[in-house]
Antibody
Framework: QLQLQESGPGLVKPSETLSLTCSVSGGSIRGSSYYWAWIRQSPGKGLEWIGTVYYNGTTHCNPSLKSRVTISADTSKNQLSVKLNSVTAADTGVYYC??????????????WGQGTTVTVSS | DIVLTQSPGTLSLSPGERATLSCRASQSVSRSYLAWYQQRPGQAPRLLIYGASSRATGIPDRFSGSGSGTDFTLTISRLEPEDFAVYYCQQYGDSLALTFGQGTRLENK
């Protein structure tokens, strides 16, 4: 059974870079043909798609975050990662990784990690 | 980006009653690529409906979705205690600008 587990620092200082990892078990990223996603949830903006990454490194990011976000896939470790630079309090929230139901770039997601909470504060 | 507006913000009903939740898009959602999720406190969202009306794997048949264009509805025919949660719609018709609605809280009256 596919499982996703997010991890990373729970506290990040303003203007610094938020870095999170999603460990995938019960399945392989390599050759999976899925566009794996990062999604976040904050009190202010609700659920927000951050971006997606294919196993070969192809990414698509939310235009509103594109200038600050980097998403990647490490097939040797079966992990996904997201980095968000120049963070502010508005970036506080729960960050999820998710696998889509289908194989298209734009999809809905039927497997989610439990989420990891990130607080931006000095 | 397609903006999704959900209504009502909060819906107060009792077990056994019928719930009707609305999701309106700022522009037509291509190919009815509209999904619904349920989120319980402390949990990740759970996919209920995709393609506006198809139930995801393992979802009870009391959940149904309908609609096209800009207007979509999630109906729960007979509420069970575990159905009281927050529900979100999401469009994936604009594949490079995926967006969610702000949610409807379904509370036990």
């Amino acid at each position: 059974q596919l499982q996703l587990q997010e991890s990373g620092p729970g506290l990040v200082k303003p203007s610094e870079t938020l870095s999170l990892t999603c460990s995938v078990s019960g399945g392989s990223i390599r050759g999976s043909s899925y566009y794996w996603a990062w999604i976040r949830q904050s009190p202010g903006k609700g659920l927000e798609w951050i971006g997606t990454v294919y196993y070969n490194g192809t990414t698509h990011c939310n235009p509103s975050l594109k200038s600050r976000v980097t998403i990647s896939a490490d097939t040797s470790k079966n992990q996904l990662s997201v980095k968000l630079n120049s963070v502010t309090a508005a970036d506080t929230g729960v960050y999820y990784c998710a696998r889509p139901r289908g194989l298209w770039v734009g999809e809905m997601w039927d497997v989610w990690g439990q989420g990891t909470t990130v607080t931006v504060s000095s | 980006d397609i903006v999704l507006t959900q209504s009502p913000g909060t819906l107060s009903l009792s077990p056994g009653e019928r719930a009707t939740l609305s999701c309106r898009a700022s522009q037509s959602v291509s190919r009815s690529y509209l999904a619904w999720y349920q989120q319980r406190p402390g949990q990740a969202p759970r996919l209920l409906i995709y393609g506006a009306s198809s139930r995801a794997t393992g979802i009870p048949d009391r959940f149904s979705g309908s609609g096209s264009g800009t207007d979509f509805t999630l109906t729960i025919s007979r509420l069970e205690p575990e159905d009281f949660a927050v529900y979100y719609c999401q469009q994936y018709g604009d594949s490079l600008a995926l967006t969610f609605g702000q949610g409807t809280r379904l509370e036990n009256k």
